[in-house]
């Protein structure tokens, strides 16, 4: 039985029209800088050059600013710093207190509240960072950490502890004993560039830094987090996707957390990676008052896919100190999956986890649809809350007819 899910018309349910709105692709727009030439604005210099950083400039862009944003402003750069692109600042809705964008980007006072179980480093990658700045926490593949920057930082970010060095955290990777250890680590056949934001680096000093560990012939496959695209898409210019195709495989993991931020500008430049034959995926942190809502999430998934890039993670919220305001429980969490599964696409369902705290790694996390098990049968549901058996095969065994009482199972629609 296959669902259709082309109706679009006049008798279209409220909840459709707010998908589709949120799916719409817009322009960021030129917002306070109208003025500026089209070559400064789409050169990604410029914007970083112009980046929006203390109180004074915020104020003056936004006098909107609530009590608790101009406090948090005003302590922020003690824990990560405040910095946002032009570009991005123009997806903020200074009217709207709520806006989505606006809580992932503009510090408040909250950041200072922290509770008993909230860490510095939630993930504990210090803990397992053989050399400074790699963290090899999986048998097979390592984290290299190239760079403290970004180009805006997220407020919930698990490694404030370093972004921005606002705390004095003073991170200095040392890329020749970082690319030593890969080396000399046969085990290691999967390396990702995050940071901060490796995208930040020049074109030749990242064209240098993959050349390296391409080098290394048990690396058998790169990556790179990024920001990037979605905070500054202006970086991806032809040049660059021309640098990093000589790389392949190469995979990109970009993040966002809110349809409003898949722009045309960012779905341009995710076109120009993809065309460069990069996969993409998409790594969502599920945050309260941005994402947390099964109606945003699926056009976030939706949108996603219409942008070339497979959603691959939400990630529960790391114990980030300072980020309960942003926390969601996991029981949202996991309604907001209930609705994508089955829902809508396969391929637009992305794998929810929770990086266990202290450095226990990624674990999924899923709504129940095993409802029993025993050595004879699997009770499953569906995502419409019909119930199925399913007659279980001993390993290796052929299976064996059903017994009478379970009868055929009914097939349900498959993507
Ligand atoms: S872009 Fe990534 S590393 Fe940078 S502040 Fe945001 S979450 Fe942290």
């Not at 403290?148 to 930082?153: E, V």
């Not at 050349?211 to 790179?224: C, G, K, M």
Request: charged share 25%; glycine share 6%; net charge negative.
């Amino acid at each position: 039985m296959h669902h259709d899910t082309s109706s679009a018309s006049d008798k279209e349910p409220p909840s459709s029209r707010l998908l589709n709105s949120l799916k719409e692709f817009r322009s960021a727009g030129r917002g306070f800088w109208s003025d500026v030439s089209d070559s400064d604005w789409n050169d990604w210099t410029w914007q970083l050059k112009h980046r929006i950083t203390t109180l004074e400039q915020l104020q003056r862009l936004m006098p909107t600013l609530t009590p608790e944003e101009y406090a948090g402003t005003t302590l922020a750069n003690q824990k990560l710093a405040l910095a946002f692109t032009p570009y991005f600042f123009n997806l903020i809705d200074p009217a709207d207190e709520n806006c989505p964008i606006r809580w992932q980007v503009i510090p408040r006072l909250e950041e200072t509240y922290t509770a008993s179980w909230e860490m510095a480093d939630p993930c504990g990658e210090d803990s397992h960072s053989p050399v400074p700045g790699l963290v090899h926490r999986y048998p097979d593949r390592v984290l290299m950490l190239v760079t403290d920057r970004c180009a805006s930082y997220c407020r919930y970010c698990t490694r404030s502890r370093l972004v921005s060095n606002a705390t004095g955290y003073d991170f200095h990777p040392e890329f020749d004993r970082q690319i030593e250890y890969i080396r000399r680590s046969p085990e290691v056949r999967d390396v990702l560039l995050s940071g901060g934001d490796p995208l930040l680096f020049s074109d030749d000093k990242l064209d240098h830094l993959l050349s390296r560990l391409r080098a290394i012939p048990h690396v058998e496959f790169l990556r790179i987090g990024t920001r990037i695209p979605v905070f500054l898409p202006q970086r991806i210019t032809p040049a660059f996707c021309a640098m990093l195709r000589k790389y392949h495989p190469l995979f990109i993991s970009i993040h966002s957390n809110h349809p409003r931020e898949l722009t045309t500008e960012v779905r341009d430049a995710l076109g120009r990676l993809a065309d460069a034959g990069i996969p993409l995926g998409n790594q969502s942190v599920l945050l309260r008052h941005v994402n947390d809502d099964p109606q945003v999430m699926k056009a976030q998934v939706q949108k996603l896919l219409m942008c070339r890039v497979k959603p691959y993670y939400i990630y529960q919220c790391d114990l980030i100190s300072g980020s309960a305001h942003l926390r969601t429980s996991v029981r949202q969490g996991l309604e907001v999956m209930e609705k994508l599964r089955g829902h809508t696409t396969g391929y637009a369902v992305p794998q929810y986890v929770i990086d266990a705290p202290g450095g226990g790694g990624k674990v999924p996390v899923a709504p129940d649809y095993v409802l029993s098990r025993n050595a004879d049968r699997v009770v499953i549901r569906n995502y419409e809350g019909e119930i199925f058996e399913y007659p279980e095969a001993e390993d290796g065994t052929p299976l064996t007819p059903a017994p009478r009482e379970i009868g055929e199972p009914e097939l349900v629609g498959k993507d």
